[in-house]
């Protein structure tokens, strides 16, 4: 077969998977790899003035053209993918200034600031089997990006957000949220329809599971929203998850069904601390009147814990 021409037959860069989830792109990029085609990754690693994404945001992108990932609200990510292109064909890492200061000057961000993206050719899947290892353990971690080596490297021990270290960037990765919802219910149907929407991982529970199977599902990046009608039923779950790591617990009910909830928790033992942790009545907005605005409710609220959480 004759060797592409990039003048006569250019790459098209096309979406090959729409996603802004960071596990799923990280996949992508390892499985282009393995696939045997040449694949760079993209890492937002500067931000001047708004930004539709956060640091760290990240897009992947082939040699065939096609790519995932966001860097911005979806206005620059071909013009993003063309400089990737570019920088597999010329065998060199390079990095990428849009918006307010760029040389392109027909790409203006609508939040009206700029970004600077580092755009990496990756020279093998080590880096990014570890950190999808570790992330699919539900583990923090960490991609250490180093310019001047154009290398990646794994930084397990790292804490906190995508920043500049030094002459290196380092992106931070966390596990996605967990939902586990209590109860037999159309409430809790719904919410557990919602939250898979939000790529949310969720779980519904019956309440036949064992205290120690439950225990294991709920770390750090676990809310929890308990959605029975009962509070006899309830109480003995609050309690587990009480003891757990949860960052959000939920449970349903009035305020008068919160005081009987409170009494019952202080007569166990549990203090006003341990009490506090509990969103009653449960979600973002008042009274819901339905299922499915219940389920928006307590989806909102458990995104917004978790954005403002501090792990």
Not at 55 to 82: I, K, W
Not at 123 to 142: C, N, P
Request: charged share 25%.
């Amino acid at each position: 077969m004759p060797a592409r021409d990039p003048m006569t037959d250019p790459v098209v860069p096309a979406i090959g998977l729409s996603t802004d989830e960071p596990l799923e792109i990280l996949r992508y990029a390892r499985a282009s790899v393995k696939a045997g085609i040449a694949t760079a990754l993209v890492t937002l690693v500067e931000i001047h003035g708004g930004s539709a994404r956060p640091l760290g945001s990240q897009m992947v992108v082939r040699a065939d053209g096609l790519y995932c990932g966001f860097v911005s609200g979806g206005c620059t990510e071909n013009a993003v993918a063309a400089e990737a292109l570019e920088a597999l064909e010329n065998g060199h890492d390079r990095f990428l200034r849009l918006g307010e200061g760029s040389r392109f000057f027909d790409i203006v961000l609508p939040c009206g600031g700029g970004i600077n993206l580092a755009i990496h050719r990756l020279q093998s899947v080590k880096e990014l089997e570890e950190v999808i290892g570790e992330l699919e353990l539900r583990r923090e971690t960490a991609l250490k990006y180093c310019p001047a080596s154009e290398r990646l490297s794994v930084d397990r021990r790292f804490r906190g957000v995508s920043q500049w270290s030094g002459e290196d960037f380092v992106i931070a990765y966390q596990p996605t949220t967990r939902l586990l919802v209590f109860g037999r219910s159309i409430e809790a149907t719904a919410t557990a329809d919602v939250a898979r929407a939000a790529r949310i991982d969720v779980h519904l529970i019956d309440g036949q599971m064992t205290a120690s199977s439950l225990m294991a599902l709920i770390d750090s990046f676990t809310a929890v929203a308990l959605l029975y009608h009962d509070l006899d039923r309830e109480i003995p779950h609050l309690r587990l998850v009480l003891d757990s790591r949860a960052f959000y617990i939920g449970a349903l009910g009035s305020l008068r069904t919160h005081g009987r909830r409170i009494k019952a928790l202080a007569d166990d033992g549990y203090s006003e601390a341990d009490i506090d942790r509990i969103k009653a009545p449960i979600g973002i907005f008042g009274k819901a009147e339905s299922a499915s605005s219940l389920a928006l409710s307590i989806v909102a609220d458990v995104v917004a814990a978790r954005m403002s959480a501090k792990f």
